[in-house]
């Protein structure tokens, strides 16, 4: 199965933007990338997912690298709400398998 | 919509008892799926169901079986509690296979 390499954790201030890096460089071409993010003693929550091309949807940016080898989820001004542990996960289209990894845990400083 | 519910929210079991944790969507979802998230570490997939019917097993299938008699239900059935399967467990599910999954809120096990 693909993996995926995230930062252990992040730093970011309030009412700015956040990119949280993903590197999958064994990701094949049918290999949908999908963010979630857990807030604690929560269960995961979907953020957004793509395949080829830059996405965009109420809660944030996905810009998926050429070679798609990589990939960055933007929060384009980071709240106190967001605080959480965002997962890179890679799903092929015909598995039915989900993997998450260890996630970046994201603090946001007021 | 209820959304993804799960029961019990706490439970405490000891070695070698058995229970089940439920599992209900209210969506009509086909994809349903276990995982199970220790202290510190990301979600791990148990079992996961593509329709009533069909289960399949996960990356950590061991100790637990599964059943979907219906789309709606998926429980999760610890045979014989040991203390390795203290833990958090979180139901999901989503229209079909890959699509957006709507988790659960959690069910935290204890086993002493």
């Known amino acids: 199965d693909a993996k995926t390499t995230q930062p252990n954790s992040m730093e970011s201030n309030e009412e700015e933007p956040v990119h949280l890096p993903c590197n999958h460089s064994t990701i094949s071409g049918t290999d949908y990338i999908h963010w979630y993010r857990q807030l604690p003693s929560q269960g995961p929550e979907y953020v957004i997912h793509g395949l080829t091309s830059n996405v965009n949807n109420r809660m944030a940016s996905l810009a998926i690298a050429e070679d798609r080898k990589s990939s960055t989820l933007i929060l384009h001004r980071a709240t106190l709400r967001d605080a959480a542990v965002y997962y890179c996960?890679?799903?092929?289209?015909?598995?039915?398998?989900?993997?998450f990894g260890s996630g970046t845990k994201l603090n946001v400083k007021p | 919509n209820a959304g993804v519910t799960q029961t019990p929210k706490f439970q405490v079991l000891k070695t070698g008892q058995s229970m089940t944790l439920q599992c209900a969507q209210d969506m009509n979802h086909e994809y349903m799926s276990w995982y199970r998230q220790d202290p510190g570490m990301g979600l791990r997939l148990i079992h996961y169901s593509v329709g009533a019917g069909i289960t399949d097993q996960g990356e950590v299938p061991n100790g637990y079986n599964v059943s979907r008699s219906t789309t709606e239900d998926f429980p999760l059935r610890l045979l014989s509690a040991a203390p390795s399967q203290t833990s958090v467990y979180f139901c999901?599910?989503?229209?079909?296979?890959?699509?957006?999954?709507?988790f659960g809120p959690g069910t935290r096990l204890t086993v002493t």
């Open positions: 999901a599910s989503s229209l079909v296979r890959g699509s957006e999954q709507y």
């Open positions: 996960i890679l799903l092929s289209v015909g598995f039915n398998k989900f993997y």
